[in-house]
């Protein structure tokens, strides 16, 4: 089942400006995102490759997943990606009180300053499915962190989306600026082995550049 289009409605955007939902720019400059992460395997498949292409993206990590696995979290900042804030347990803001929801944002954070010493990280902020209170928000929001969305939605964590789907979803919509949704999970790993390698391959032939959100 789709909670999602897989490109955000220009009204989506326009009503919930005070998110980010792609980087207005007139140069073919776009932005991959990973979210879920760090996961053994999948996470440090996704950084060999970026390495090996030369390029670098942003990464929105659960705090669990650092404390369990720190050492892929520093090499993503080794490697000068950007990281974000994705709570510490994934939560789903609908689901969850106000209260609980930003005291797990805040473990998260705690746990991004205690594990990124000698970096610099950015107040980066993605709701776990993209769901998030208004009232949740605001707190983030007053804590200096952007709340970055996207794009496009590539659907690789969706078992009745195809690899080759998943592909199509980002090459027919990106444009300009496009801020697009990938996952370092396991339940996406599968589309992601396909997907990702040929998007950044037809992207780079079609005149893109890779960037993080800053």
């Known amino acids: 089942m789709r909670f999602f289009w897989v490109k955000t409605p220009a009204f989506i955007s326009w009503f919930f400006h005070n998110y980010i939902w792609r980087i207005y720019t007139s140069e073919q400059k776009i932005y991959l995102t990973f979210?879920?992460?760090?996961?053994?395997?999948?996470?440090?498949?996704?950084?060999?490759?970026?390495?090996k292409e030369?390029?670098?993206?942003?990464?929105?990590?659960?705090?669990?997943?650092?404390?369990k696995y720190p050492e892929i979290f520093k090499r993503i900042l080794k490697e000068k990606h950007a990281i974000g804030n994705h709570t510490?347990?994934?939560?789903?803001?609908?689901?969850?009180?106000?209260?609980s929801y930003i005291e797990n944002f805040n473990l998260c954070h705690k746990t991004i300053e205690k594990h990124s010493?000698?970096?610099?990280?950015?107040?980066?902020?993605?709701?776990?499915?993209?769901?998030?209170?208004?009232?949740?928000a605001i707190r983030i929001i007053r804590k200096e962190y952007k709340i970055v969305m996207w794009d496009i939605?590539?659907?690789?964590?969706?078992?009745?989306?195809?690899?080759?789907?998943?592909?199509?979803?980002?090459?027919?919509?990106?444009?300009k600026g496009s801020i697009i949704v990938f996952h370092?999970?396991?339940?996406?790993?599968?589309?992601?082995?396909?997907?990702?390698p040929k998007t950044i391959?037809?992207?780079?032939?079609?005149?893109?550049?890779f960037e993080t959100i800053s």
């Open 35 to 51: 979210d879920d992460g760090p996961i053994p395997e999948i996470t440090e498949w996704v950084l060999d490759l970026l390495k």
């Open 54 to 67: 030369n390029i670098n993206a942003t990464f929105f990590c659960i705090g669990d997943n650092i404390e």
């Open 88 to 99: 510490y347990n994934h939560l789903n803001g609908w689901k969850a009180n106000t209260t």
């Open 117 to 136: 010493s000698g970096f610099h990280f950015t107040k980066l902020f993605r709701p776990p499915y993209g769901k998030i209170k208004n009232k949740q």
């Open 153 to 175: 939605l590539s659907y690789d964590f969706d078992i009745n989306t195809s690899p080759e789907k998943c592909l199509e979803n980002v090459i027919k919509n990106v444009s």
């Open 184 to 196: 370092d999970s396991l339940k996406a790993h599968k589309n992601l082995q396909f997907a990702l």
């Open 201 to 209: 391959e037809i992207l780079k032939q079609k005149g893109y550049v």
